[in-house]
Each structure stands twice: as C-alpha cells, then as structure tokens.
C-alpha cells in the first residue's frame, strides 16, 4: 500500500501533545474530530504486544468534549440518547448511542454528568456539537454549548494502575470502571476517570490546564520508565479483538443501535423523551434487518479503506466488513461487518477478495475474546 503526507492546517487541528509525540516517533496520523490523532508510532502488531503487557500513554485530544450546562441541559443530553439517564450520577460516565429521528446513529460519545446542570459530551468522530445547537435552538431550550479546551491524556494497558497510583496516591486505584474524580497535580486539579478505548484496563485524564498537563505528560513518561511506558494510540488490532465499535467505521448514519448491538444502551421501556424512540420501538417489534457481527477470515493480511462485500455460496452479497486487520491471537484476518437477515447467525461462511485473491471466513459473536 502507499502512503501520502497529510497537508497540516488551522483547519486540521493540532493538539496540545502533538509536538512531544513528533519528537517521541509517532509515524502516522489519522484525523479526528477535525484533529490531529496519531495512528502509529512504527509497527501495529509491536504496539499491540506492547499495550497488553505494559503501559502506554495516548494523546486522544481528538475525543472533543461538548459542554452542555444550564437548566434545560439534561433534557436536551436525554433528547440526543437512547440511553436512559434519569437516574444518572454526578461523577459517572455513561456510553450513550445518539440517535436522530430516523433512529439513525449520530454518535457513539461517552457522557460525563459533571454536576445537576452541566455535562460534557465525549464524542466520537462526528459534529455532536452542531446538531446539540440545532436541537437546542428547535426546541427554545435555556443552554450553553460550546467546545471546552480540554485534551484527554489516555494512560492505558496492565500497568497503567501502578504508574498512575505512583503519580497520584492510592485514591486513584480506588475509582471504579466508569467513575471520574478531580486529582491535583502540579497546582491544578484534572478530572481523571476510569475509561479508555482499549481492554487493557486504564485512565483517560480530561487535561483543561494544558501548562499542568504538559508537565503531567513528562512526569508518565519519567515515572514510567520502571513499567516500560511507551507512547502509543488506539491500536486498531487491540480495539477489533476487543469489539470496542468505531463510528465512522463499523456504523454511521444509516445503522440504527438495535443493529449494532448496542442493546444495553437503550431504554425503549422508560418514560423519557428522546429522538428516534417510536421508530426504535418499530424496529424492536419487527426485528433488525440486518446484524453488526464478527468475521473470523483465513487470510494473513488485509487494509479495509472502504466497506468490502462478503458473498456466499450462492454469489449473493450477504453483507459488508467495515473495518478489518490480521490478528496475532487468532493467526488470522478477524473483522467487524454488517450482516444481512438471515445470513447473521454464527458459523455462516461466506467469500471475500482481497487484493484481487479470494479467501474464505466465517461469522461469529463479538466480541471474539
Ligand atoms: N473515551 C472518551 N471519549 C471517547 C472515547 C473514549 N469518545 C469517542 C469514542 N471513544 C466513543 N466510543 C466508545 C466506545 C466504547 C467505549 C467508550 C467509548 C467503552 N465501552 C466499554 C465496553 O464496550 O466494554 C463499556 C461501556 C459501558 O458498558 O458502560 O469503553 O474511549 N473519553
């Protein structure tokens, strides 16, 4: 495959880490929420191994917060979800599908309930930011939105624990999955929570002081010598073989979170009032057409760029794989697709080309591990 040099602009955003993580290796960049997110730092399978065993700290400044505060402010966030967060807690994170009308997805974001009249929205790659406003300006809702400066510091993998605790005291080790807290360092406190876009356990540090968060980013990789820390970023291998779904890749604006399998995040049940919520219902009644799974491929390698069809037996296409890579755990192609009704169930086999040679795979359950 070619590579080409991305066109840096003001337009396409730096981050407050890009320069440290040009000095540090970093080797390819992809675009983020009309940001800079680095995509390499050399070999994928290298960081995966890496990741796994260690501890790595990821400049995801890419995943843009929007605030939303003032008196209407958790009625406009429930509006956008179908996840029911009525009974949502101030110091919590909460995965939430936002939907449309149409119940099509517009983002997979994770919300933050930073106190009864202020939220930030953690989004994925999509402008949340615009269709808030919209909504918002619709309905004659008293809020603020805006984009906040703030720059998330990923710090991830096994030994994220020991590093941070070294940091910051036994109190971080304490904070439960999904929790967030405010911890001082270096004169400023900086909301840390218990997430991350990977499996490998971790911390995502919502840095708003960036004079204090650049002195925090030097201190990880000072104090993390003894664990191995290296810089990184989501690893594509890692994030497939845990199942965690990226919008823009595995779904868009044409899939509905029935679809995706993203069940647990919708309440069809409750009384709140969100978009897409009778057509969700219709959709739960009738059944999903179709079924985001995992495809299990007996090839070596694969670079999906674009949606790739999966044909059956028959010559017919049975669906589509939207993201794919080679999996050392497996020794095979593994990947995320979108299978059509009836060919969803686990085991159906089906034939894809890639670079013009045909192979055969498999459909299983996510997530494979
Ligand atoms: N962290 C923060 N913001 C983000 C992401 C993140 N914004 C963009 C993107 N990632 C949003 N997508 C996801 C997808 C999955 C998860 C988080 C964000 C995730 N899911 C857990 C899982 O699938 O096991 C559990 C979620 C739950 O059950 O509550 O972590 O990573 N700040």
């Known amino acids: 495959m070619k590579n080409y040099f991305i066109a840096k602009s003001r337009r396409l955003r730096s981050t407050p880490y ?27 399978e290298d960081s995966y191994h890496h990741l796994k065993k260690n501890v790595q700290v990821w ?40 939907i449309d009308d149409k119940a099509g997805l517009i983002n997979d ?40 400066n703030v720059d998330i510091l990923a710090v991830q993998g096994p030994k994220s ?4 605790e070294k940091i910051f005291g036994k109190k971080i080790t304490e904070m439960k999955f999904f929790g967030f807290d405010y911890l001082e360092f ?38 993390g010598k003894e664990f191995d820390v290296k810089p990184g970023c989501p690893n594509l291998i890692e994030r497939i073989e845990s199942a965690l779904l990226s919008y823009g890749n595995d779904m868009d604006n044409n899939d509905n979170p029935l679809e995706c399998g993203l069940d647990k995040y919708v309440n069809l049940d409750s009384e709140v009032n969100f978009l897409g919520k009778e057509k969700l ?12 799974m995992g495809v299990i491929i007996d090839a070596k390698e694969i670079n999906v760029t674009k949606s790739v069809e ?34 969803f169930e686990v085991s159906q086999t089906f034939k894809i080309s890639i670079n013009d040679s045909v192979f055969e795979g498999k459909v299983c359950d996510l997530p494979f591990i």
């Open 109 to 148: 974001p994770v919300v933050l309930k930073l106190s009864e009249h202020r939220w930030w929205i953690s989004i994925a790659d999509s402008d949340v930011i615009l269709f808030a406003k919209g909504l918002a300006i619709g309905q004659k809702f008293n809020v603020k939105i805006f984009e906040p």
């Open 186 to 223: 270096d004169g400023a406190k900086h909301l840390i929570a218990r997430s991350g876009w990977s499996k490998q356990g971790g911390y995502e540090i919502y840095v708003e002081n960036t004079k204090s968060g650049l002195s925090l980013y030097d201190k990880l990789f000072e104090e």
């Open 310 to 343: 999966l044909i059956n037996e028959k010559n017919l296409k049975i669906g589509e794989l939207r993201s794919g890579t080679y999996s050392p755990h497996f020794k095979k192609v593994i990947g995320i697709a979108m299978l059509n009704k009836p060919y």
């Open 18 to 44: 890009t320069e440290r993580i040009e000095n540090q290796g970093v080797t390819a960049y992809s675009v983020y929420n009309h940001m800079l997110l680095p995509a390499a730092f050399g070999s994928l």
């Open 281 to 292: 219902k219709e959709v739960r009644n009738k059944g999903i057409a179709r079924k985001l």
């Open 161 to 164: 624990f020991a590093l941070m």
């Open 59 to 98: 400049d995801v400044a890419g995943e843009r917060q929007v605030e939303i505060s003032g008196p209407d402010s958790a009625k406009l966030v429930q509006l956008m979800t179908c996840r029911d967060l009525s009974k949502a807690k101030v110091g919590r994170c909460y995965y939430c599908p936002i």
